[in-house]
């Protein structure tokens, strides 16, 4: 198994194969420039003790598999709140950026009718399978033979995932972002959130399925653990645009959400 997503050199992220997607080599996975992304944000964050609240990714045209440069700006800096943002580069051309919001912990007690609710996922196995191969079985797929962070996360399959607009999984990023870099619950939720539009993928007819063309991920607290699971549902309207709703969870609870805005689109020879 490749080591990282990225590799370092100098200021510039170079994808391994892990950081892939499944339609091209060319390209990469929604959720590795959105990984890469959230783990330099977290760097520019490091020594103020703020906690990342949310982080929206534009996806303005697919990522090529060359080396990347990030470009960091403050917009707003604070003792409660920071707002940064971040463009990806590649060639001299954004190709995505994000925009994260960090605020101040402050403790503080809760009533019952305030709190976040405490049921969580059915815990199951967590089988070291990924999500390729957990479609195919649900959906009844040809392979998909290309390698990329659809082949590197690791899922453990609750219900769903069968084209129909929904399902439930577990999921943890085996390999950093990073090579030689701790990775985060925090990046790794990150990196996972785009997956939300994979599980919940809606097949509106035989040969259209729907894309994404954003990443809107809300934390509420930090992720515990290794496994994060995920509650995905789509929907779509008749003019082809849609919603893609992620509940993220830990073995203890709810932590957070993921909205994406899809496109509907005709599905790729092979998948």
């Known amino acids: 198994m490749t080591s990282a ?3 370092r050199e100098g200021q510039c992220f170079l994808p391994t194969q892990a950081a892939g997607g499944p339609w091209s080599p060319e390209y990469l996975h929604g959720g590795s420039p959105a990984g890469l992304l959230a783990w330099q ?3 520019a964050t490091a020594d103020t003790g703020l906690r990342l609240a949310r982080l929206s990714v534009d996806l303005l045209r697919p990522v090529p598999a060359k080396p990347l440069q990030v470009e960091i ?3 707003r800096s604070g003792r409660r709140l920071r707002l940064l943002a971040a463009n990806l580069n ?11 919001l960090y605020l101040e912990q402050v403790p503080v007690d809760i009533p019952d009718f305030g709190r976040f609710p405490a049921e969580t996922l059915p815990r199951g196995d967590h ?11 649900q959906r009844k797929t040809p392979p998909l033979t290309l390698p990329g962070l659809h082949s590197t996360a690791q899922v453990g399959l609750i219900d769903g ?3 129909r607009g929904w399902g439930r999984v577990w999921m943890r990023l085996p390999v950093p972002v990073v090579a030689g870099e701790p990775c985060s619950s925090t990046v790794q939720a990150a990196t996972l959130s785009d997956f939300g539009n994979g599980i919940a993928q809606l097949r509106v007819a ?15 607290r930090e992720p515990r653990g290794e496994w994060l699971g995920l509650d995905a549902r789509s929907r779509m309207e008749g003019h082809g645009n849609g919603l893609v709703e992620t509940t993220l969870y830990d073995e203890t609870g ?3 959400r993921v909205l994406q805005a899809t496109l509907a689109m005709p599905v790729y020879a092979g998948e």
């Open 161 to 163: 995932v069968d084209g």
């Open 206 to 220: 035989e040969n259209t399925g729907s894309i994404n063309a954003d990443i809107s991920l809300y934390l509420h």
């Open 41 to 43: 944000l977290e760097q």
């Open 73 to 75: 700006e403050v917009v």
């Open 127 to 137: 089988p070291a399978a990924t999500l390729v191969e957990v479609a195919q079985r």
């Open 254 to 256: 709810p932590v957070g």
């Open 5 to 7: 997503l990225f590799i």
């Open 90 to 100: 590649a060639e001299g051309v954004t190709v995505c950026r994000a925009s994260a």
